[in-house]
């Protein structure tokens, strides 16, 4: 059984300790008192885990103009500058997340813009502000990318995404390489060769590179370098075919995001510097078999840098016995968040990691269900584990690896309000995002007379 009292540094951000008195700190601030100062719900954000991880990716990969930071994980203008400080560049999948880059001062040139269905307005951003790349989707997308640049007088850098035909061992909605999926041109089929011709022959368009992404929350490596063998197939065709002035622009391949985290504590994160010695060793040999040149690896971390970095607070409300059957009962606590901060247990079936943060536990194990407040019976955050039976009203309690897909998934449902982002670093904390307000809500309404 484990240790509820204890702390698992592979799954908590790296600067949480409990306390001689039982009371968890993360970067020497207290979480008892981050609560008392900005109320629960609340994201808690290690702001050393953040940047250290960011480092570790560069590091691995041959520095930050390899590493695009997959910014749909967690953006907030904050965020943005982080990244920007510590030397990564950023991708963006909307023109929301472009214009939130922008405004925090992010370097346009420094940005991949992704996604499936592309706006014009989103387009014709990526060309005003002079994005650096743009991976491209679909053939429709190409064209109007082509037309909307020779308007502008503007070349413009881009990548094919291709399907590679790997199957990630991930959930169905996050594995994004096979066939079957709305993502990228189909490498089997052709399409993704006919995209790169169709690329290298546009007049605004300079084909740069070849992207894949296998999938998310990935824990068998091997994928990431098969996927990277069958797309350098695709590169050495087009060395067949291109001629040398574009051949010379041909450089990247951009095998995307994925890497797995720990989320409970028997779980262990896929460990990035072997992943990364591993994918561009192979990448060099299998480009040297091929007899073409060995292009930039490039990579798209995401949650493997936010995830770890942060807990979400919660206060602990009703607890109470459901006999299930004849021989079961499990304890229902209720805490005063839920799916509206985190959707992702209720969406994937995603597991967590969630202790007691305000005081040591000292009672029997018993089976517990950690629930939220909505007004839903699938707003279960953590559906099964054994915890103490003290656990009670008014304990603060945590979930950890929130830092991913929790603050940029929320939402109003039951009408409760996203909570702050709070970030700590050498005992300081510091509010990042103030909590929404029932006055935020009404100042979108029409309330004048038809």
């Given at each position: 059984?484990?240790?509820f009292?204890?702390?698992p540094s592979?799954?908590w951000?790296?600067?949480?300790?409990?306390?001689?008195?039982?009371?968890?700190?993360?970067?020497?601030?207290?979480?008892?008192?981050?609560?008392d100062?900005y109320?629960?719900?609340c994201?808690v954000?290690?702001?050393?885990?953040?940047?250290?991880?960011c480092?570790?990716m560069?590091?691995?990969?041959?520095?930050?103009?390899?590493v695009?930071?997959?910014?749909?994980?967690l953006?907030t203008?904050t965020v943005?500058?982080?990244?920007?400080?510590e030397?990564?560049?950023m991708?963006?999948?909307s023109?929301?997340e472009?214009q939130?880059?922008?405004?925090?001062?992010?370097?346009?040139?420094?940005i991949t813009?992704?996604?499936?269905?592309?706006?014009v307005?989103?387009?014709?951003?990526?060309?005003?502000?002079k994005?650096g790349?743009?991976v491209?989707?679909n053939?429709?997308?190409?064209?109007l990318?082509?037309?909307?640049?020779?308007a502008s007088?503007?070349i413009?850098?881009?990548l094919?995404?291709?399907?590679?035909?790997?199957?990630?061992?991930?959930h169905e909605?996050?594995a994004?390489?096979h066939e079957?999926?709305?993502?990228g041109f189909?490498l089997?089929?052709g399409?993704?060769?006919?995209?790169?011709?169709a690329a290298?022959?546009?007049e605004n368009l300079?084909?740069v590179g070849?992207?894949?992404?296998?999938g998310?929350q990935v824990?068998?490596?091997?994928?990431?370098?098969v996927?990277?063998?069958?797309?350098?197939?695709?590169?050495?065709?087009?060395h067949?075919?291109?001629p040398?002035?574009?051949?010379a622009?041909l450089?990247v391949?951009?095998?995307?995001?994925g890497?797995g985290?720990?989320y409970?504590?028997d779980?262990?994160?896929l460990n990035v510097?072997a992943?990364?010695a591993?994918?561009?060793?192979?990448?060099?040999?299998v480009?040297?078999?091929?007899?073409?040149p060995?292009p930039?690896v490039?990579?798209?971390?995401g949650r493997a840098i936010a995830g770890?970095?942060?807990?979400?607070?919660?206060?602990v409300g009703?607890?109470?016995d459901?006999?299930?059957?004849?021989?079961?009962?499990?304890r229902?606590v209720?805490?005063?968040?839920?799916?509206?901060?985190n959707i992702?247990?209720?969406?994937?079936?995603?597991?967590?990691?969630?202790?007691?943060?305000?005081?040591?536990?000292e009672?029997?194990?018993?089976?517990?269900?950690?629930?939220g407040?909505h007004?839903?019976?699938?707003?279960?955050?953590i559906?099964?584990?054994?915890y103490?039976?003290?656990?009670?009203?008014g304990d603060?309690?945590?979930i950890?690896?929130?830092?991913?897909?929790c603050?940029?998934?929320?939402?109003?449902?039951n009408?409760f309000?996203?909570?702050?982002?709070?970030s700590v670093?050498?005992?300081?904390?510091?509010?990042?995002?103030r909590?929404e307000?029932?006055?935020?809500?009404?100042?979108?309404?029409?309330?004048?007379e038809?």
């Amino acid at each position: 059984m484990n240790d509820f009292n204890s702390i698992p540094s592979h799954v908590w951000p790296r600067n949480a300790v409990r306390q001689d008195d039982g009371v968890v700190t993360i970067a020497g601030v207290p979480l008892p008192e981050i609560a008392d100062t900005y109320g629960t719900p609340c994201y808690v954000i290690d702001e050393d885990d953040f940047r250290s991880r960011c480092r570790d990716m560069a590091e691995a990969f041959g520095g930050g103009e390899n590493v695009h930071y997959a910014s749909k994980a967690l953006l907030t203008a904050t965020v943005a500058r982080w990244v920007d400080e510590e030397g990564l560049c950023m991708d963006v999948a909307s023109l929301g997340e472009l214009q939130i880059a922008l405004a925090a001062g992010f370097p346009a040139e420094r940005i991949t813009a992704h996604g499936n269905n592309k706006s014009v307005a989103f387009l014709r951003a990526i060309i005003s502000e002079k994005v650096g790349s743009v991976v491209l989707d679909n053939a429709g997308e190409l064209e109007l990318l082509d037309e909307l640049s020779a308007a502008s007088e503007h070349i413009q850098d881009v990548l094919i995404r291709v399907k590679p035909g790997i199957e990630a061992h991930t959930h169905e909605f996050i594995a994004t390489a096979h066939e079957d999926q709305k993502f990228g041109f189909s490498l089997a089929s052709g399409s993704a060769m006919e995209a790169a011709r169709a690329a290298a022959r546009a007049e605004n368009l300079r084909l740069v590179g070849l992207h894949c992404h296998v999938g998310s929350q990935v824990f068998d490596a091997e994928g990431f370098s098969v996927a990277a063998e069958r797309v350098l197939g695709l590169f050495r065709q087009l060395h067949d075919e291109l001629p040398a002035d574009e051949l010379a622009q041909l450089s990247v391949l951009d095998l995307g995001g994925g890497y797995g985290i720990a989320y409970t504590e028997d779980e262990e994160p896929l460990n990035v510097r072997a992943v990364a010695a591993d994918v561009i060793g192979r990448v060099a040999e299998v480009a040297d078999q091929l007899g073409i040149p060995a292009p930039s690896v490039k990579v798209e971390p995401g949650r493997a840098i936010a995830g770890p970095a942060a807990v979400t607070l919660y206060e602990v409300g009703s607890v109470k016995d459901v006999h299930v059957d004849e021989d079961t009962t499990r304890r229902y606590v209720a805490v005063d968040g839920g799916m509206s901060d985190n959707i992702r247990p209720a969406l994937y079936g995603a597991a967590y990691d969630g202790r007691l943060v305000s005081r040591f536990a000292e009672g029997e194990y018993t089976t517990t269900r950690i629930v939220g407040a909505h007004c839903e019976s699938g707003d279960i955050l953590i559906p099964e584990a054994s915890y103490p039976n003290d656990l009670g009203r008014g304990d603060l309690f945590a979930i950890a690896a929130t830092g991913a897909y929790c603050y940029v998934m929320s939402s109003r449902y039951n009408a409760f309000l996203r909570p702050p982002i709070v970030s700590v670093r050498g005992g300081q904390a510091k509010l990042m995002v103030r909590r929404e307000t029932v006055e935020d809500i009404l100042a979108l309404e029409n309330t004048g007379e038809h």
